[in-house]
């Protein structure tokens, strides 16, 4: 059973908006849906706050594509301009552990070729030997007709987030 990809989109928007900034996003060259911003500080310390024992903070750009199908070019140049926008936007420092930046591809269908070059796309950038944490590529290809999700090796809990997203709708109908 197919899901009509502007509903899908609602419910992926809906899903993302409980922890993350949705940022919509107007490209006229890129599919490009919405951004979503992530940003997570943790701290313990002991007896009193002004006693920090340790500080750690990650954060995550999520990047969501929508057409009717990608082909490889197409899936490349948006993985490119995802990297091209998110690094910059990755702010490094002692206390930063790691940011990723998520690409996700949704459309009707894909064709293998696409596919194969989704699950084998790969990015990680260290800062200071990783003393400042490090970001990772993690990219996921949904593909409607079939409801199923293709990720890459960093992304393997994307695969299980959607799986999840198409069990409910299925429930639902």
């Known amino acids: 059973m197919a899901i009509e990809r ?36 943790d701290e313990r310390y002991w007896l009193t706050k002004s006693v920090k024992i340790w500080e750690n903070e990650t954060g995550e750009f999520a990047y969501v ?16 301009f995802a990297l091209e926008d998110g690094l910059p936007r990755v ?27 989704v699950q084998k796309k790969h990015f990680s950038k260290s800062y200071h030997f990783s003393l400042w944490g490090f970001t990772n590529l993690l990219t996921a290809a949904v593909d409607l007709n079939e409801g199923k999700a293709r990720a890459n090796r960093e992304g393997y809990a994307l695969e299980k987030f959607f799986c999840k997203l198409f069990d409910v709708r299925k429930e639902e109908g």
Do not use: M, W
């Open 91 to 117: 702010k490094p420092h002692k206390n930063h552990h790691h940011t990723d930046i998520k690409v996700i591809l949704v459309a009707d269908r894909f064709d293998a070729e696409t596919k194969k070059l």
């Open 6 to 41: 502007e509903l899908f989109l609602k419910i992926l928007e809906d899903a993302y908006s409980a922890y993350y900034t949705i940022v919509p996003q107007e490209n006229a060259e890129l599919p490009l849906v919405f951004r979503g911003d992530y940003k997570k500080q």
């Open 65 to 80: 594509f929508a057409a009717e199908s990608f082909t490889p070019e197409l899936a490349d140049k948006c993985i490119a």
